[in-house]
């Protein structure tokens, strides 16, 4: 069996603070990063809400890859912003490295474009540690 | 792929069911779904298309208790099995650890079994893996047609044109009526999860 990413359990928690500190302290409902096979690494949540993460990821990891697929096909390398606005929540789509994905979940009191800003920074800040 | 998280002690493990259209991939979810509903926390998910088939697939996640103080999470998936499908199937398979085939032991559906199978093994190459090294096991479904007086195929025959070379361990089946269903997720999930337990040392 192959694992293509490992995480100790310092990596884990150094990511968890990142995405609380970022994320989840803005605003953020739930936070999950994934891998594309579909697996959670990690999930937080703000406590106003539960979801059902390992479907979440599951359909997120499928979809994402359809979108990447289409991107090829019409001669684009990735689409850079996968966004899913609802009337009250929205799910908003971001590659942290090859096949590492963080999606987050978020209401209307969190402007997309504040949003974008702090995935951007949590990123960065995740990058370095894996 | 696998995923241990040291954190929690979690492990998250992908078994997907693969075969051709119609061949009972998605029945066999649907019967773990009801027959064990006590340990699948969430709804089974399912991607359809009109008419009921699958598109995208179908996830069934589901607690399988510890292994070496990790409580293991099998995550079940199904792929669309339409030839016209591939792409979507690729996806699925990524990070797969282990795979049951499915394959419909109706007379007329022979030619698409040794299909789909010689699919699934082009389809792992993409992902450099090898249909013989991965944990893997064999359902011959829709046994119960023959009291219907349908045509079926002998499990001899199955043996022959499916598992000649692999040799992986094979069941007879009914996913309608649920015979060897658990059997054989209980297989899959005991390959899969022994080719683990050294990791958790
Ligand atoms: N008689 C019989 N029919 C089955 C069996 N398993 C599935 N089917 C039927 O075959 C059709 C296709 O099944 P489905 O699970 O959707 O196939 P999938 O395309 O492989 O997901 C459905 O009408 C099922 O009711 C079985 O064991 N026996
Ligand atoms: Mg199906």
Redesign the pocket.
């Known amino acids: 069996m192959d694992f293509t990413i490992e995480f100790d359990k310092q990596q884990i928690e150094s990511i968890e603070n990142i995405l609380q500190e970022e994320l989840i302290d803005l605003g953020v409902q739930s936070v999950i990063l994934m891998d594309l096979a579909g697996n959670v690494i990690v999930n937080l949540e703000n406590g106003d809400s539960s979801h059902d993460v390992y479907s979440l990821a599951a359909l997120a990891a499928g979809n994402y890859g359809a979108v990447s697929a289409m991107a090829n096909i019409i001669g684009e390398q990735e689409f850079s912003l996968l966004f899913h606005k609802g009337e009250e929540e929205s799910i908003h789509f971001s590659k942290v490295v090859e096949d590492l994905l963080l999606l987050t979940i978020f209401n209307k009191n969190v402007s997309l474009g504040f949003l974008r800003l702090k995935v951007a920074e949590a990123i960065k800040r995740i990058q370095v540690l894996i | 792929m696998a995923l241990i998280n040291p954190k929690k002690k979690e492990v998250q493990v992908k078994i997907v069911?693969y075969?051709?259209?119609?061949?009972?991939?998605?029945?066999?979810l649907?019967y773990i779904n009801k027959k064990f509903k006590k340990r699948i926390q969430n709804e089974m998910v399912t991607v359809k298309t009109y008419g009921?088939?699958?598109l995208f697939f179908?996830f069934l996640p589901f607690d399988i208790g510890e292994i070496k103080g990790h409580s293991i999470k099998v995550q079940l998936y199904?792929v669309?099995?339409?030839v016209k499908y591939n792409a979507t199937r690729r996806l699925v398979l990524r990070g797969v650890d282990g795979l049951v085939f499915?394959a419909?032991s109706m007379d007329l559906r022979r030619e698409m079994n040794i299909r789909s199978l010689q699919n699934l093994k082009e389809n792992l190459e993409t992902f450099n893996k090898s249909i013989f090294n991965i944990p893997l096991v064999l359902q011959y479904?829709?046994?119960?047609?023959e009291e219907?007086g349908i045509p079926i195929l002998s499990t001899d025959t199955l043996q022959r044109d499916l598992n000649s070379r692999l040799k992986a361990p094979s069941f007879a089946?009914?996913?309608?009526?649920g015979?060897n269903v658990a059997a054989t997720m209980k297989k899959i999930i005991a390959l899969t999860v022994g080719s683990l337990r050294k990791k958790l040392e």
């Open positions: 069911y075969g051709p259209g119609r061949g009972g991939k998605t029945t066999n649907e009921d088939r699958t179908d199904t669309p099995g339409q499915v419909d479904n829709k046994r119960d047609l219907e089946a009914s996913a309608v009526k015979d």
